[in-house]
């Protein structure tokens, strides 16, 4: 009898897998459909879910996200030989379970994400929820836009204090900078971006996660936004920021970079609003011919200019070859989820910055 049962859920098993594997990629298929990805989801079940889950990860301090990084890097490899070590005992139906039980562990994490982030790749764009317009770019008004960041940027420098190597000191500790993060986005229009309280996770393994190129990471399956704090003190508003962006509700990293831009160049705080115009000068002047690059960055305070190279030195320590492959495997999650370029995308946010300068000098 007992033979006879364990065939009959032998059998049952590939027909779990197949079962599974349809309807996750239903799922997955009707969150890429543009009005399903706004409505049903986005302001939905996917908001619903999120903060649901963001109600038991938010307050505990440790970073989810972290911990099963750790479990993973170890326990796919000793998962690896455990099998082998089965298969060469030629205890196949044991590793066959054993497969049956991975295949469905992989089946409700791609069912996870489908309902908890693929269809915010989707969803209508954030800029008129931001207030921006849409704006045409050209050369001379990407120039006009950094001359005015520039400006805007001279004038707060000197009213920062720095320390000893000429960084800017962050007047705020991490839980009082991320309360001002997401009060911020409460000005916004709330029925785009979640209302839920999102507080940023400081990563304890931040110098690793250097050298994989990450300054931060939102976490959909704990809807939980991980910040790097291996960074130079001028980069953590904007990253707190875009990852927090993306825990309310966006998912491209070019809208979430927007939504970041936004929210720190309008802050009432002088270091946020330094911490977005430092991103935004350099994107702007990046993307610029070397001529208009050298005329720009000729206007720039000397202190500024000396947290930049600051800035250059410090990511320069971290480039290599893990570097490089952690940024291959991420230009291949972006594309697989339809964000056109890739990681280049990264850096496509002109228009919306030319779209802010427009507003704040006509205001």
């Known amino acids: 009898m007992e033979s006879l049962l364990g065939r009959k859920r032998t059998r ?11 309807f996750s990629a239903l799922v997955f298929a009707l969150a890429q459909l543009p009005a399903p990805a706004e ?9 619903l879910f999120s903060g649901a889950i963001n109600l038991i990860t938010n ?38 379970i054993w497969l049956y039980r991975a295949g469905m562990a992989c089946l409700c994490v791609f069912f996870a994400f489908s309902v908890l982030y ?67 986005f409460g000005a916004f229009d709330s029925g785009y971006f979640a209302s839920y309280k999102v507080r940023p996770k400081q990563v304890a393994l931040s110098v690793p996660m250097s050298y994989l190129g990450i300054t931060g990471i939102y976490f959909p399956f704990y809807a939980e936004a991980n910040v790097n704090v291996n960074i130079p003190s001028y ?17 491209h990293e070019t809208e979430a970079n927007i939504a970041a831009y936004v929210l720190c160049i309008r802050s009432d705080s002088a270091y946020i609003r330094y911490s977005g115009l430092m991103r935004a000068v350099a994107n702007l002047m990046n993307s610029l011919p070397e001529e208009e690059y050298r005329q720009l960055y000729g206007m720039l305070d000397e202190k500024i200019a000396l947290e930049y190279r600051n800035a250059n030195a410090h990511y320069a320590k971290y480039e290599g070859i893990i570097d490089r492959i952690s940024g291959f495997f991420n230009d291949i999650f972006l ?17 919306g910055l030319v779209s802010l300068y427009e507003q704040l000098v006509s205001s």
């Not at 409505?39 to 908001?47: D, E, N, Q, S, V």
């Open 12 to 22: 049952s098993r590939p027909k779990k897998l197949i079962f599974c594997a349809l």
């Open 235 to 251: 980069e953590l508003p904007f990253t707190m920021a875009h990852e927090t962006a993306h825990a309310k509700g966006v998912a």
């Open 59 to 96: 307050f505990i301090p440790v970073s989810f996200y972290e911990c099963t990084a750790v479990v993973l890097l170890f326990g796919v490899p000793a998962f690896a030989v455990a099998l082998i070590v089965l298969l060469c005992k030629k205890k196949f139906a044991r590793a066959g």
């Open 118 to 184: 693929a269809p915010l790749y989707n969803r209508d764009s954030c800029f008129s929820a931001l207030g921006l317009s849409d704006t045409q770019v050209t050369e001379e008004k990407v120039y006009a836009a950094a001359e005015y960041y520039i400006g805007q940027l001279n004038e707060l420098s000197s009213a920062l204090p720095r320390d000893a190597e000429g960084n800017v000191v962050p007047p705020y500790s991490f839980e009082e900078l991320a309360e001002k993060i997401d009060g911020a």
């Open 39 to 47: 409505y049903l989801f986005a302001r939905g079940i996917t908001r």
């Open 335 to 351: 594309k697989a989820n339809g964000v056109e370029g890739g990681t280049r995308s990264y850096g496509m946010t002109q228009r």
